[in-house]
């Protein structure tokens, strides 16, 4: 597609249920990251995906957060029995390969993110 | 962990007049990159400057790079009613197995017309 896509755009659950959200990456985009923001905070780092290696899992924040990435392609971040401090802004990004030893040095482009608000 | 740190985390302006907003940060770099987020969207990438690079420039934008202070700022010239967004610096670190941008906690820009 032209950009990130991510869905769904709102999402509103009751404190317990589990959400799903998914993340469409640029197509030719091997790095693909989710991150997590707070009302007026900065982007807190969820977790990166690159390619066939192992992602890099250090920022999911409790056992109830888990994401999955389908080869290049589209990734869901799954978290169970929401809670209402997970209420933010979940955003994807996705990069080109990076240049430099392996490293994405390259510019991020993000989705719009998907709202969660957890009652 | 945030490496970035901007400040002010604030700036209000008139229409017309320049934004500088500052970032600074802890560990050595391979390049440093300014990103602007606009109320209720995503972030845009606006420029990317590397480690051996002291200054940039796109359109109104200007970026320098101090490596020595570990320091960037963001000049925004002739500002415009549409530039208010919040901004955002991150990091690429030049050593390692960090693969991932680190971000800064942004600084939050109006322009008043």
């Known amino acids: 597609g032209a950009g990130v896509s991510q869905s769904p755009s709102n999402k509103v659950t009751e404190k317990g249920k589990d959400v799903e959200l998914r993340c469409d990456p640029i197509?030719?985009?091997?790095?693909l990251y989710w991150y997590r923001q707070r009302l007026g905070q900065g982007l807190e780092f969820l977790i990166y995906?690159?390619?066939?290696?192992?992602?890099?899992k250090s920022g999911l924040p409790s056992d109830r957060f888990s994401a999955e990435r389908t080869g290049e392609s589209v990734s869901t971040l799954t978290i169970q029995r929401t809670q209402q401090e997970d209420s933010a802004v979940y955003l994807c990004?996705?990069?080109?390969?990076?240049?430099?030893?392996?490293?994405?040095?390259?510019?991020?482009?993000f989705g719009e993110g998907s709202r969660l608000t957890v009652l | 962990s945030q490496q970035g740190e901007e400040d002010p985390q604030a700036l209000s302006i008139q229409e017309g007049e320049n934004a500088t907003m500052n970032c600074s940060y802890k560990t050595s770099i391979n390049n440093l990159q300014w990103y602007r987020q606009n109320s209720g969207r995503g972030l845009v990438h606006l420029i990317l400057?590397?480690?051996n690079e002291r200054e940039k420039h796109s359109g109104r934008l200007r970026v320098t790079l101090d490596t020595s202070k570990k320091s960037s700022s963001l000049l925004i010239t002739a500002s415009r009613a549409a530039d208010t967004a919040s901004y955002f610096c991150?990091?690429?670190?030049?050593?390692?197995?960090?693969?991932?941008?680190?971000w800064g906690l942004g600084t939050s820009l109006a322009v008043n017309p």
């Open positions: 197509s030719g985009h091997t790095a």
């Open positions: 995906f690159q390619g066939n290696s192992a992602p890099d």
């Open positions: 991150a990091t690429v670190a030049n050593a390692g197995n960090n693969r991932k941008l680190i």
């Open positions: 400057i590397r480690s």
């Open positions: 990004a996705s990069s080109l390969p990076g240049t430099s030893g392996g490293l994405n040095t390259g510019e991020l482009f």
